[in-house]
């Protein structure tokens, strides 16, 4: 099992930054792509950002230059760098990682596929 715990989320007013993490509880091997979402009430979750394991990122087309996610390079960790954020920006934002091989730490053996989600961390942009 690989738990997501997203953090960085807050209360912020438009035009400011803010920067969520999400952190796995394990070391993973290697996963085809790392993702951010976010649901605003009354809305269907969406995607805003997604990194592949190759390093290419792609943006929900409201968030391009204003939004960056990275990772850190031993891929425990995934961040999204929001910046000039709008009222619009306001949702529960998800961490999800597809693809996910880990060593189980009794027996080694090397595990996966694995989809993951994080719990949400709430940000809300004021006007």
């Known amino acids: 099992q690989v738990q997501l715990v997203e953090s960085g989320g807050g209360l912020v007013q438009a035009g400011g930054s803010l920067r969520l993490t999400c952190a796995a509880s394990?070391?993973?091997?290697?996963?085809?792509?790392m993702a951010w979402y976010r649901q605003a009430p009354g809305n269907q979750r969406e995607l805003v950002a997604d990194?592949?394991?190759?390093?290419?990122?792609n943006y929900t087309d409201s968030v391009k230059g204003r939004f960056t996610i990275s990772r850190d390079n031993a891929k425990n960790t995934v961040f999204l760098q929001m910046s000039s954020l709008k009222p619009e920006d306001t949702a529960v934002y998800y961490c999800n990682v597809d693809g996910v091989y880990y060593y189980d730490s009794l027996t080694t053996n090397l595990r996966g596929p694995y989809n993951y989600w994080g719990q949400g961390t709430q940000v809300t942009v004021s006007s």
């Open positions: 394990r070391r993973i091997v290697s996963f085809n792509t």
């Open positions: 990194l592949k394991s190759s390093g290419t990122t």
